[in-house]
């Protein structure tokens, strides 16, 4: 059973286009998250939404656009793709955001590697 | 802000032995937690190891274990009887703690490719 999936895992288009990057898991966790790879493998946060609601915004350019209509999915959609936004967009989740203890585990998703030529 | 460095952009092992990956953070936080993720081929991150700043013990999990040097801010990880399924892109990775949503963010590092060799 996959646990955070994500589609599609291959997005090739062109410059101009909008598109939209699912995520769900099955996991019924309250938190979920984009992160963004780049060429050069460097991976840093994007969003974090908990249950539905917007917690972390990392300064990602207005034409990204997440999107929560669950709490087991959230989505991404971008507008006016740039040539700078090819990279691996990887989904995770988590059970919540911390505990006491510290915090817990975060899953990730396959990534979706887009292109944008 | 709090920033992670690896300093190894590639390493080579031969199957069987031991190698140790490094990492350093800067933090002013008192209260954190630092990962090691792997990155297979594949593309997958999996986490390896955890370690909470407040304790001592380092952190083991089977052949992995990390040297965390607190007053450093040192991070590293050994994995020991290296195999061919170890070959990865390594992550060191910095959580701040506390109980808003706010800081469940992870800051990772450049990565560290690890090659092991036959």
């Known amino acids: 059973d996959t646990a955070v999936s994500q589609t599609p895992k291959y997005l090739v288009t062109q410059m101009g286009n909008d598109k939209s990057i699912k995520c769900e898991q099955n996991?019924?966790?309250?938190?979920m998250y984009w992160y963004k790879q780049d060429s050069k493998k460097f991976l840093k946060i994007m969003f974090s939404?908990?249950?539905?609601?917007?917690?972390i915004n990392e300064t990602v350019p207005n034409r990204f656009s997440p999107k929560s209509p669950d709490k087991a999915h959230l989505n991404l959609h971008i507008n006016s793709l740039e040539l700078g936004d090819s990279a691996v967009y990887f989904c995770?989740?988590?059970?919540?955001?911390?505990?006491?203890?510290?915090?817990?585990?975060?899953?990730f998703g396959p990534g979706t590697r887009l292109t944008v030529t | 802000a709090q920033t992670v460095t690896q300093s190894q952009p590639e390493m080579s092992v031969q199957e069987a032995e031991t190698v140790t990956l490094s990492c350093t953070y800067d933090?002013?936080?008192?209260?954190?937690?630092l990962f090691w993720y792997k990155q297979p081929p594949s593309r997958q991150m999996i986490l390896v190891i955890r370690?909470?700043?407040?304790?001592?013990q380092n952190a083991t999990e089977n052949r992995f274990s990390v040297n965390f040097q607190k007053a450093a801010k040192s991070f590293s990880l050994k994995i020991s009887d290296s195999q061919l399924g170890d070959t990865a892109m390594y992550f060191c990775a910095f959580m701040k703690g506390g109980v808003s949503g706010a800081t469940n963010k992870l800051i990772f590092g450049t990565g560290t490719l690890l090659a092991v060799q036959p």
């Open positions: 996991l019924g966790h309250d938190t």
């Open positions: 995770a989740s988590s059970q919540d955001w911390q505990t006491p203890l510290g915090p817990y585990e975060q899953y």
């Open positions: 933090t002013s936080e008192s209260n954190y937690y």
């Open positions: 370690q909470e700043a407040y304790k001592q």
């Open positions: 939404y908990n249950n539905k609601e917007l917690i």
